[in-house]
């Protein structure tokens, strides 16, 4: 069985090959931190967040980048509004991202840069353009030469002869930066500074990098020149990953990555939900409405990744709805899994040491190789939950079941790893309740022996960690400043 990917380069769906076998290194252009995640960042976290469980899921070591744009004219905005500063806001709505990404269960990427950690390795991207004749300074600011970048629009599958020079929204005659350009489809890579905004030295004077070159520096010095898997929305194909790929190629000759997966948009009203066109709901808005955050994972994965997605109050009660059904059988194992002498007193029911089904986890691969069709995953979850809602039905109405004991065992770990791999997961309460009785310190302990592993690297060790603590009730919540945690 092979996975084979949608490519947006190639307009083709192609076997998945990596450069360096068993390894997957994988880039996702993270937020701009000015305001709340909405929930077109938790469809493209899930959808990503998805897609890296899976390869691991099927064998491969991944490498997660996702960075943070700190630097932009957005968060300044937002910090004039506020009288704050762009680094208070920009660490603000960090925070807040790590808050709502931990109660939607995405796994933490292994970095974060941020475009203001990256100040060498942006300018030295750009001295280096400038070196091979692609970029231009210009009144302090530098810029980009299109024009010299003979491959321009192949990601997009836009030509510059097509692009009406006035019509494009890239071209502003009355922005002052079309003064500078010498010809209106170049873009900055370096901006001077303005009065009163934080600025960097650099050789062309004080100033901040523009947006496209912090991505191209930070997967260049994260993880290298050819890269397997560059991910984000679909409305970052053009212009931002188009000049990702001119600003990296033009200087390493290399293919910046293999294979370019886009996540469709998630709408409202037939138009993108964003951030400046102010439609957004929150994340934590709707979690706080009691939406169950298994819910929305669900809602995102039970469409095809690349469409775009309403979002309607009715397709996030259906969701509900499906969640419900899912954690039913979920819950099997804890509700009827001593009655029925699976493997007592091991807490896990022998999940590791029992085989699972291998016909319906090769209907979830089958599945899901195929440009990850999410939806159909889910629905090889449903048939094993509903098959096991209605062999509880059976138990509780009959107090026994005819079905062997061990066949539902295997139906149940099945059902339960296979939803991991989605990171679908549900708590029994009542397990909850009993382990509520954590102290302060065990908890710190356990916090420390996490921060322990992944410093040796041992990322598993430190998801498990993770995943017993929130087990018993307990969240953490990672920062730059460290981890914190809350009782669920
Ligand atoms: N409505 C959406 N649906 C799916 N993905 C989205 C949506 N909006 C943004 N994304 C993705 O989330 C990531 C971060 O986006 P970004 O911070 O630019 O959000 P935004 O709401 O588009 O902000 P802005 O309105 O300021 O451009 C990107 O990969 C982007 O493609
Ligand atoms: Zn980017």
Redesign the pocket.
């Known amino acids: 069985m092979t996975l084979t990917v949608y490519n947006t380069l190639t307009r083709r769906q192609e076997p998945f090959k990596t450069v360096e076998p068993g390894k997957v290194k994988m880039y996702?252009?993270?937020?701009?931190?000015?305001?709340y995640c909405?929930?077109?960042?938790a469809?493209?976290?899930i959808v990503w967040d998805v897609v890296r469980r899976y390869l691991q899921f099927i064998g491969y070591e991944v490498r997660y980048v996702q960075n943070f744009?700190d630097v932009d004219d957005?968060i300044l905005n937002r910090a004039r509004q506020e009288h704050s500063s762009m680094e208070a806001v920009a660490e603000r709505f960090i925070k807040a991202y790590f808050e709502d990404m931990a109660r939607l269960g995405i796994k933490e990427a292994d970095e974060y840069p941020r475009a203001t950690h990256t100040m060498n390795g942006i300018q030295r991207l750009i001295h280096e353009l400038e070196n091979k004749g692609f970029a231009y300074p210009s009144d302090g600011d530098v810029y980009y030469a299109v024009r010299q970048f003979g491959e321009y629009g192949k990601l997009s599958g836009r030509k510059l002869e097509d692009m009406q020079a006035g019509k494009s929204d890239r071209v502003n005659i009355e922005d002052p930066e079309y003064q500078k350009k010498k010809d209106p489809f170049d873009f900055a890579l370096w901006k001077a500074a303005k009065p009163g905004e934080p600025a960097w030295e650099s050789p062309w004077g004080a100033g901040r990098p523009g947006w496209h070159i912090e991505c191209s520096a930070m997967v260049r010095d994260r993880l290298g020149e050819t890269i397997d898997i560059h991910?984000?929305?679909?409305?970052?194909i053009f212009p931002h990953h188009e000049n990702e790929i001119a600003q990296s190629e033009a200087v390493t000759g290399k293919p910046l990555a293999n294979y370019w997966l886009h996540?469709?948009?998630?709408?409202v009203d037939g138009e993108?939900?964003?951030?400046?066109?102010g439609n957004?709901t929150t994340i934590r808005d709707l979690l706080d409405r009691n939406v169950d955050p298994m819910a929305l994972r669900l809602f995102v994965l039970m469409a095809q990744y690349r469409k775009p997605?309403d979002f309607t109050d009715d397709a996030i009660a259906a969701a509900t709805n499906g969640w419900h059904t899912l954690k039913e059988g979920l819950l099997f194992g804890h509700q009827y899994g001593k009655q029925l002498n699976w493997g007592v007193g091991s807490g896990e029911w022998g999940v590791e040491n029992t085989s699972l089904l291998p016909e319906f986890v090769e209907r979830f691969q089958e599945a899901i190789n195929d440009d990850f069709n999410f939806p159909g995953g889910v629905s090889v979850l449903f048939e094993l939950a509903k098959e096991l809602r209605r062999e509880g039905n059976i138990i509780v109405h009959e107090g026994k079941t005819d079905t062997p004991a061990e066949e539902l065992q295997k139906q149940w770990q099945t059902l339960v790893t296979l939803a991991e791999v989605l990171g679908l997961t549900a708590q029994p309460e009542a397990e909850t309740t009993v382990n509520d009785g954590l102290s302060d310190a065990e908890i710190e302990d356990l916090i420390q022996q996490r921060q322990a592993a992944r410093k040796a690297r041992n990322f598993a060790e430190g998801d498990r960690i993770r995943n017993e603590l929130q087990a018993k009730g307990v969240t953490l919540i990672d920062s730059p400043e460290g981890t914190r945690w809350h009782r669920s």
Do not use: E, I, P
């Open positions: 996702y252009c993270g937020v701009t931190v000015y305001d909405h929930l077109g960042h469809r493209a976290c744009t957005k991910a984000g929305g679909a409305d970052l996540n469709g948009m998630v709408k993108k939900m964003s951030k400046s066109l957004f997605l």
